[in-house]
């Protein structure tokens, strides 16, 4: 899911995002940046703002598959020679974003210094994420993979801060990215506001104490 920032938090290498090149552009809340089965050419740094991406099997709904904030990659794949998009991409907020070309991030890559280095240990985490995120999904009933979905959202899944502020995410895009539905998502998030896991005005406040709600339910 969230790939937290890793590599600002652990190198800081691509803080301004300067050295990846490319250019950066705005975007408005809820604009799309690009469509499931374009052409994907470039991949994309996120310097402010947050990213949704949702994913349309053939013949089902579509369904959030990631939320992204600063210092996050998304289109990445297309460095592993995947010639399409296999998602869509919408701001989630005013973000500015740099785009950059899939030739340009290949050269850095094969530099192997202390930025290619950081950028294939995010993507393999990235990777790892996507992994842990499958087996939550067999293993985990819904309670739980909200508060898993929430403390990664806030970045408080392992150590930390006490708490952790993130932008108001709607019950609907929730559900899907737990695979349940919006009442349920209702229900669980009045349940962790009585439990004082999380409080939320305008800005939604995730507590590390959500973690109990992983071996409670």
Do not use: W
């Not at 890559?109 to 992994?131: D, E, F, G, H, I």
């Not at 962790?192 to 071996?215: C, E, M, P, Q, T």
């Amino acid at each position: 899911m969230n790939h937290n920032g890793q590599l600002a938090s652990h190198l800081g290498v691509f803080n301004s995002g300067a050295s990846l090149g490319g250019k950066v552009e705005q975007y408005r809340d809820k604009q799309k940046i690009y469509t499931q089965g374009e052409p994907a050419l470039t991949l994309f740094y996120i310097q402010h703002g947050g990213v949704r991406l949702t994913t349309r099997p053939k013949g089902q709904p579509a369904a959030v598959t990631a939320i992204l904030g600063v210092h996050d990659f998304f289109g990445e794949v297309c460095l592993a020679g995947y010639p399409l998009r296999m998602s869509t991409a919408v701001a989630m907020t005013e973000s500015s974003i740099r785009t950059i070309k899939k030739g340009k991030m290949i050269q850095l890559l094969r530099k192997k210094n202390l930025a290619s280095n950081a950028l294939v240990n995010y993507l393999l985490s990235s990777l790892k994420k996507y992994q842990d995120h499958v087996a939550d999904l067999l293993t985990s009933n819904a309670e739980q993979r909200l508060a898993r979905v929430l403390l990664r959202l806030a970045h408080l899944e392992k150590n930390g801060s006490a708490s952790a502020e993130i932008p108001m995410v709607s019950h609907q895009i929730l559900a899907e990215m737990v695979g349940t539905t919006r009442p349920r998502v209702n229900l669980f998030m009045n349940r962790f506001r009585k439990r004082g896991y999380i409080h939320y005005d305008g800005i939604l406040v995730v507590h590390k104490s959500l973690r109990k709600a992983l071996a409670s339910s």
